[in-house]
């Protein structure tokens, strides 16, 4: 970060005062008239009539006595405004308010606990390497570790699947090829001189573009970045790095984080390529869904891992805010934002996490809390709620509403008391967005005073451009409001949790979301809580859906270990899209 410094001083009457008593004379010489002749050559920008337009937007009427009285302090607040933009901020520095989302008096369990996964399951070599594109990274994991595959074959077989299929997904913004290879013949190295890593070792990934990777593009999926080079690398991927996992593309990402079009194009459904996958970790899923990668790493501020995940049918977990680093990945919204796996099976996002989660020194919102993952744990012992009123609605897709129910029936047969959860009454819409709206103005506000922003593909009013100029006209009492109101809505869901371990919530993959369940997902985003999603059905068009569970706050084991007992009694997982007839 650059600073220019400033030497100057707000001009005020007091000021004035000062400065005219400084040079020795007396305040009281000539009093009002010169000031009067200072405030001639310095004419205000403001008027009374642009405050009363402001407060029309504010949703405020003051009086003319009072719009004069404050016509000082607000043309003087333009001499602040300036100061401040003559320091140049990187979208990495981030605000000194830092938000958590623990409240007085929580309680966590600090103890470690050794990992605990499924035993590796050592299959047979396929005669075509090409099947095991959709395996999950236990099934890959023991190819790799049994040397039945090297990790170059398995690097080289899903670089030509990222090759064949971008042209019709548009999921890929840069293959990192040289650096895969590189990674692949060290993992066959190690293994085969009996250094094994672990699960993730020799498994190849893709990383969303607003991840960074030294030596290769982090574009963010927007034009007037699509040349950027950010000399770091992303404590996500350093971590995965270590796991011995092989990066082989960076993944395409909506523009700025938003929906699913980017520069390159919209990347597609692989179970519908006439619609779009989602966003916007819109390559992650897609990649995923279409069997290009082993496992991808996605982002989420309000809805972009759930949303493309269920469009998908891929296996996604949110962690708790706090629990993964955000270093060197693009903010949406810093006290929003979360970064977490998007794979094949629940367990494959439980082996991930536990490769990259916990503190490290750069992402201050990190807190040092355990994972304790047991694959064998017994899942019934968990207390297990679901959000009544969204199974009740109507959902714009009738098949969703269908298998929705049949989630639930599927619960109670494997012996769980489902007990009703109902969201805070709270004005949960106005305290998120509000909250949030502050936060992504300040972003993008160099991008927005550049002009640059006429550079975004997307010039619509739902656009992070437009999104972003309309922040301004939010006062800065009404965002620390909605702050105070988003505590109120914390302390309320963490009652919640005081009832049950992991509540279960419908996701409406159509256009139109659910009330309800649209609130849900706002909801837990904004009190920073986990998520799990998995598929629970197929429409007559063959796409995928999805349900979410929802868990305690760094509760991910518990949350998994119930999402797993879901996905382990059905098969809608095993399933994936037909490629080979696109």
Same mark, same amino acid.
């Not at 009190?527 to 799990?532: F, K, L, Q, R, S």
């Given at each position: 970060?650059?600073?220019?410094?400033?030497?100057? %001083?707000?001009?005020?009457?007091?000021?004035?005062?000062?400065?005219?008593?400084?040079?020795?004379?007396?305040?009281?010489?000539?009093? @009002?008239?010169?000031?009067?002749?200072?405030?001639?050559?310095?004419?205000?920008?403001?008027?009374?009539?642009?405050?009363?337009?402001?407060?029309?937007?504010?949703?405020?009427?003051?009086?003319?006595?009072?719009?004069?009285?404050?016509?000082?302090?607000?043309?003087?607040?333009?001499?602040?405004?300036?100061? /401040?933009?003559?320091?140049?901020?990187?979208?990495?520095?981030?605000?000194?308010?830092?938000?958590?989302?623990?409240?007085?008096?929580? !309680?966590?369990?600090?103890?470690?606990?050794?990992?605990?996964?499924?035993? /590796?399951?050592?299959?047979?070599?396929?005669?075509?390497?090409?099947?095991?594109?959709?395996?999950?990274?236990?099934?890959?994991?023991?190819?790799?570790?049994?040397?039945?595959?090297?990790?170059?074959?398995?690097?080289?077989?899903?670089?030509?699947?990222?090759?064949?299929?971008?042209?019709?997904? !548009?999921?890929?913004? *840069?293959?990192?090829?040289?650096?895969?290879?590189?990674?692949?013949?060290?993992?066959?190295?190690?293994?085969?001189?009996?250094?094994?890593?672990?699960?993730?070792?020799?498994?190849?990934?893709?990383?969303?573009?607003?991840?960074?990777?030294?030596?290769?593009? *982090?574009?963010?999926?927007?034009?007037?970045?699509?040349?950027?080079?950010?000399?770091?690398?992303?404590?996500?991927?350093?971590?995965?790095?270590?796991?011995?996992? &092989? /990066?082989?593309?960076?993944?395409?990402?909506?523009?700025? +984080?938003?929906?699913?079009?980017?520069?390159?194009?919209?990347?597609?459904?692989?179970?519908?390529?006439?619609?779009?996958?989602?966003?916007?970790?819109?390559?992650?899923?897609?990649?995923?869904?279409?069997?290009?990668?082993?496992?991808?790493?996605?982002?989420?501020?309000?809805?972009?891992?759930?949303?493309?995940?269920?469009?998908?049918?891929?296996?996604?977990?949110?962690?708790?805010?706090?629990?993964?680093?955000?270093?060197?990945?693009?903010?949406?919204?810093?006290?929003?934002?979360?970064?977490?796996?998007?794979?094949?099976?629940?367990?494959?996002? @439980?082996?991930?996490?536990?490769?990259?989660?916990?503190?490290?020194?750069?992402?201050?919102?990190?807190?040092?809390?355990?994972?304790?993952?047991?694959? =064998?744990?017994?899942?019934?012992?968990?207390?297990?709620?679901?959000?009544?009123?969204?199974?009740?609605?109507?959902?714009?897709?009738?098949?969703?509403?269908?298998?929705?129910?049949? *989630?639930?029936?599927?619960?109670?047969?494997?012996?769980?008391?489902?007990?009703?959860?109902?969201?805070?009454?709270?004005?949960?819409?106005?305290?998120?967005?509000?909250?949030?709206?502050?936060?992504?103005?300040? &972003?993008?506000?160099?991008?927005?005073?550049?002009?640059?922003?006429?550079?975004?593909?997307?010039?619509? +009013?739902?656009?992070?451009?437009?999104?972003?100029?309309?922040?301004?006209?939010?006062?800065? %009492?009404?965002?620390?409001?909605?702050?105070?109101?988003?505590?109120?809505?914390? =302390?309320?869901?963490?009652?919640?949790?005081?009832?049950?371990? %992991?509540?279960?919530?419908?996701?409406?993959?159509?256009?139109?979301?659910?009330?309800?369940?649209?609130?849900?997902?706002?909801?837990?985003?904004?009190?920073?809580?986990?998520?799990?999603?998995?598929?629970?059905?197929?429409?007559? !068009?063959?796409?995928? *859906?999805?349900?979410?569970?929802?868990?305690?706050?760094? @509760?991910?084991?518990?949350?998994?270990?119930?999402?797993?007992?879901?996905?382990?009694?059905?098969?809608?997982?095993? =399933?994936?899209?037909?490629?080979?007839?696109?």
């Amino acid at each position: 970060m650059s600073i220019q410094k400033t030497n100057q %001083v707000p001009l005020n009457r007091r000021n004035f005062i000062a400065f005219f008593s400084s040079l020795g004379l007396s305040s009281t010489l000539f009093p @009002g008239i010169l000031w009067t002749q200072v405030q001639e050559k310095a004419a205000q920008k403001i008027t009374k009539e642009m405050i009363a337009a402001a407060e029309r937007m504010a949703g405020l009427q003051f009086t003319n006595a009072e719009r004069g009285m404050m016509l000082e302090g607000v043309n003087n607040n333009l001499s602040f405004y300036e100061e /401040l933009r003559m320091v140049h901020l990187d979208v990495s520095d981030v605000p000194a308010i830092r938000f958590s989302p623990i409240l007085p008096g929580m !309680k966590f369990d600090k103890g470690h606990l050794p990992f605990r996964p499924t035993p /590796l399951l050592i299959q047979n070599r396929p005669k075509n390497l090409e099947d095991v594109a959709f395996w999950d990274v236990i099934r890959l994991a023991g190819l790799i570790k049994s040397r039945k595959v090297s990790s170059v074959e398995l690097t080289e077989m899903y670089l030509a699947r990222l090759k064949k299929y971008d042209s019709i997904l !548009k999921c890929v913004v *840069t293959l990192t090829e040289e650096l895969a290879m590189q990674q692949a013949r060290r993992a066959d190295i190690e293994i085969a001189g009996g250094k094994y890593r672990g699960y993730l070792h020799g498994i190849p990934w893709g990383a969303k573009d607003l991840i960074a990777k030294k030596g290769y593009r *982090t574009t963010w999926g927007a034009a007037p970045f699509k040349e950027q080079m950010i000399d770091q690398d992303a404590t996500v991927i350093t971590r995965l790095e270590k796991a011995g996992a &092989v /990066l082989v593309a960076k993944l395409s990402t909506g523009e700025l +984080a938003y929906w699913d079009e980017w520069f390159g194009g919209k990347t597609k459904n692989p179970w519908d390529i006439e619609s779009g996958s989602g966003g916007s970790s819109a390559g992650p899923a897609s990649a995923t869904a279409a069997g290009l990668v082993g496992f991808a790493i996605g982002t989420e501020t309000g809805g972009s891992m759930v949303e493309p995940a269920i469009k998908c049918g891929v296996t996604a977990l949110r962690p708790t805010f706090g629990r993964v680093s955000r270093h060197g990945v693009m903010p949406g919204a810093w006290s929003f934002d979360k970064v977490g796996p998007m794979c094949r099976s629940v367990e494959d996002c @439980g082996i991930v996490l536990n490769a990259i989660y916990g503190t490290d020194d750069l992402d201050l919102t990190v807190i040092d809390l355990p994972f304790n993952w047991n694959a =064998k744990a017994d899942a019934t012992k968990l207390r297990i709620g679901y959000l009544k009123a969204a199974f009740d609605e109507e959902h714009a897709l009738p098949e969703e509403k269908v298998h929705d129910f049949e *989630t639930l029936k599927t619960l109670r047969k494997l012996g769980f008391n489902l007990s009703e959860v109902k969201l805070p009454d709270y004005p949960i819409r106005a305290a998120g967005l509000v909250a949030w709206f502050g936060e992504i103005g300040s &972003v993008w506000d160099e991008l927005i005073r550049s002009g640059r922003d006429s550079l975004l593909e997307s010039q619509e +009013a739902d656009g992070v451009g437009n999104l972003s100029r309309m922040t301004r006209t939010v006062p800065a %009492v009404e965002s620390y409001r909605a702050s105070r109101v988003r505590t109120l809505i914390m =302390k309320a869901t963490a009652k919640i949790f005081d009832e049950v371990d %992991v509540y279960i919530a419908p996701f409406s993959s159509a256009d139109s979301t659910p009330p309800v369940s649209s609130l849900n997902l706002l909801l837990t985003n904004t009190t920073g809580h986990p998520a799990v999603t998995v598929q629970n059905g197929f429409t007559h !068009k063959g796409t995928p *859906t999805g349900i979410t569970f929802i868990g305690k706050l760094f @509760g991910e084991a518990e949350l998994l270990t119930v999402a797993k007992a879901y996905q382990d009694a059905t098969n809608f997982h095993r =399933k994936h899209p037909k490629l080979n007839q696109l």
